[in-house]
């Protein structure tokens, strides 16, 4: 069995899609784009645009009962959106040291232990972008260490708060929802 087939979500019975080509449209900093003639399982061929991504990790940081969140400016969205700290994985890097890395430099709070969530895709319909997601705890301060591209304030939340809010759909980001409401359940589960 293959990744992709294991990660089809228990689709592995059903035959996949082939790619007869591809040609790049597109080679960016973060995300690659690429137009793939493919083979569909009907059997049916077709151009699919695809933006390669190189994945992400995203953490819901737990401190004395509060969840460390960032108000982040987001340019494609119009504006600024609440979520728990995450950024893309750098070249050979792994989702959990992406993680440990990414909740110190936007909370100033390093992690002593990281509880992995599971993963998601964020938007399969055209990217390959898969994020990581994890719950740390054993938080120390230390110091927040912002990139160029990062506009971000932090809010301290109570951890019920932030999790209700998510499921009552006041939280708009997706990796953040998902990641709060995993949280919620394994924490749940202890």
Same mark, same amino acid.
């Given at each position: 069995?293959?990744?992709?087939?294991?990660?089809?979500?228990?689709?592995?019975?059903?035959?996949?899609?082939?790619? /007869?080509?591809?040609?790049?449209?597109?080679?960016?900093?973060?995300?690659?784009?690429?137009?793939?003639?493919?083979?569909?399982?009907?059997?049916?061929?077709?151009?699919?645009?695809?933006?390669?991504?190189?994945?992400?990790?995203?953490?819901?940081?737990?401190?004395?009962?509060?969840?460390?969140?960032?108000?982040?400016?987001?340019?494609?969205?119009?504006?600024? /959106?609440?979520?728990?700290?995450?950024?893309?994985?750098?070249?050979?890097?792994?989702?959990?040291?992406?993680?440990?890395?990414?909740?110190?430099?936007?909370?100033?709070?390093?992690?002593?232990?990281?509880?992995? /969530?599971?993963?998601?895709?964020?938007?399969?319909?055209?990217?390959?972008?898969?994020?990581?997601?994890?719950?740390?705890?054993?938080?120390?301060?230390?110091?927040?260490?912002?990139?160029?591209?990062?506009?971000?304030?932090?809010?301290?939340?109570?951890?019920?708060?932030?999790?209700?809010?998510?499921?009552?759909?006041?939280?708009?980001?997706?990796?953040?929802?998902?990641?709060?409401?995993?949280?919620?359940?394994?924490?749940?589960?202890?």
């Amino acid at each position: 069995m293959s990744e992709r087939e294991d990660e089809a979500g228990g689709a592995r019975h059903l035959p996949g899609g082939e790619r /007869l080509g591809s040609r790049e449209i597109f080679r960016g900093r973060t995300v690659h784009l690429d137009v793939d003639h493919v083979r569909l399982p009907n059997g049916n061929e077709m151009d699919l645009e695809l933006i390669h991504h190189p994945g992400a990790a995203a953490v819901v940081p737990v401190l004395e009962g509060d969840v460390l969140m960032v108000r982040q400016y987001r340019y494609a969205t119009g504006g600024w /959106l609440l979520e728990v700290p995450a950024g893309k994985l750098d070249p050979g890097e792994s989702p959990k040291s992406c993680a440990f890395r990414e909740v110190e430099e936007e909370t100033g709070y390093r992690p002593t232990d990281l509880q992995p /969530l599971g993963w998601i895709w964020t938007s399969p319909g055209f990217t390959d972008e898969k994020i990581w997601l994890y719950l740390a705890t054993g938080l120390t301060a230390t110091r927040q260490q912002l990139g160029k591209d990062e506009v971000l304030s932090l809010e301290r939340l109570p951890l019920r708060e932030a999790i209700d809010k998510a499921a009552r759909g006041e939280i708009h980001d997706a990796k953040s929802v998902c990641a709060l409401l995993r949280a919620a359940r394994h924490l749940d589960h202890q």
